[in-house]
């Protein structure tokens, strides 16, 4: 069964285009026709007919094309073979029908006659016409075959990207959970009210961590509530060996950037940094706006490159490494992690495009 088709689809467009292509054709012939040898009404008439039988025929020719569409491509051009004098059979029957039969020329052997008659310079056209229908049947599945193999693609691609993003979350999470949990652990021997203090800020991050863990970013303003838990924890377990100051520029506070970025950077400030000097230090979280781009910069005055512990010295850490992959994956390389390691001291910076959720 021949299905209609949609205008309002690509097919159905390219088949109106098809058509009114055939009918310009035929208007041609048919005008050239009537004005120089047959000025009668039936030279029209008898046009049109073959017009809309020719759009019909191409309307089968597409159908008889899908077919054959996935099949071997013997079986293709065998079919289109066999397609091409049914097409003539049929077309030239019609011609014969709209020129002759009307006149009462109506034997078999007239009829056989008239088609012998077709094969020559006529059955070109006739092919022609059926040859079209399929080319251009062929370039539309083409189109469609590319369209839907890069749609793939990019499904694929974003597939790929959601679980390396949620991989990424899962790696940052128990990394930090596990840290927490030992600075508790330590302290209920030592000290039960820090200890309890230390649970109630962790179930503030703990919140944090669970509700924009389906988020793709966050407002800054939320990351730094999140940090300021975070290192109130820290500043139980160190005391006053852990200073944290804040320089943001206001007009940052609702920039858009992926949750959870910013902690393991300060971690790594806290653990490779700061614990491992006598006395301590300071960590600085400094956040300005310039033009287009927000610039962040997590400074400590730690250790620095005499620290003997390889993550603290380049980017290769899990930490560092997975913030470093979601800000390129968010925005693009250029707001990769930039560290920079001195005696004074380990500092880490990056900008991202000014973006708000």
Not at 220 to 243: H, K
Not at 331 to 356: D, M, Q
Request: charged letters at 15%; hydrophobic letters at 45%.
């Amino acid at each position: 069964m021949i299905k209609p088709l949609n205008l309002s689809t690509i097919w159905g467009k390219a088949f109106l285009i098809l058509c009114l292509w055939f009918t310009l054709i035929f208007s041609i012939g048919i005008t050239f026709q009537y004005l120089m040898f047959r000025p009668f009404p039936s030279t029209i008439i008898n046009g049109l007919l073959l017009n809309l039988s020719v759009c019909f025929m191409a309307w089968v020719a597409w159908w008889w094309s899908s077919l054959l569409f996935k099949r071997k491509i013997v079986v293709q051009i065998a079919g289109h073979l066999v397609g091409v004098v049914l097409s003539f059979i049929i077309l030239a029957s019609v011609s014969y029908f709209v020129e002759y039969y009307l006149d009462d020329f109506t034997s078999f052997e007239e009829w056989q006659e008239y088609l012998l008659e077709q094969l020559g310079v006529s059955s070109m056209q006739y092919n022609l016409q059926y040859v079209t229908s399929i080319t251009v049947y062929y370039i539309i599945r083409y189109i469609e075959t590319i369209q839907k193999s890069e749609h793939e693609k990019t499904a694929l691609a974003i597939a790929n990207n959601q679980m390396q993003m949620s991989l990424l979350k899962s790696q940052i999470n128990p990394h930090f959970l596990f840290n927490t949990l030992n600075s508790i652990s330590t302290l209920m021997a030592l000290d039960k009210n820090k200890a309890r203090q230390m649970m109630s800020m962790l179930s503030e991050v703990i919140r944090y961590a669970l509700d924009s863990n389906d988020q793709p970013s966050i407002a800054l303003a939320e990351e730094l509530n999140f940090i300021r838990n975070y290192i109130s924890i820290q500043q139980v377990r160190f005391g006053d060996r852990l200073t944290f100051k804040e320089n943001i520029d206001p007009a940052c506070l609702g920039v858009a950037l992926p949750p959870m970025v910013l902690q393991p950077l300060v971690e790594n400030a806290v653990k490779h940094g700061i614990s491992l000097k006598e006395e301590g230090g300071t960590i600085t979280l400094t956040i300005s706006k310039s033009d287009e781009l927000v610039k962040f910069e997590i400074k400590d005055d730690g250790v620095g490159i005499n620290s003997h512990s390889q993550y603290e010295k380049s980017s290769s850490g899990v930490g560092l490494k997975n913030s470093n992959e979601r800000l390129i994956n968010m925005f693009n390389y250029k707001s990769r992690l930039k560290t920079n390691a001195t005696e004074h001291g380990y500092t880490v910076n990056f900008e991202i495009p000014w973006k708000t959720p």
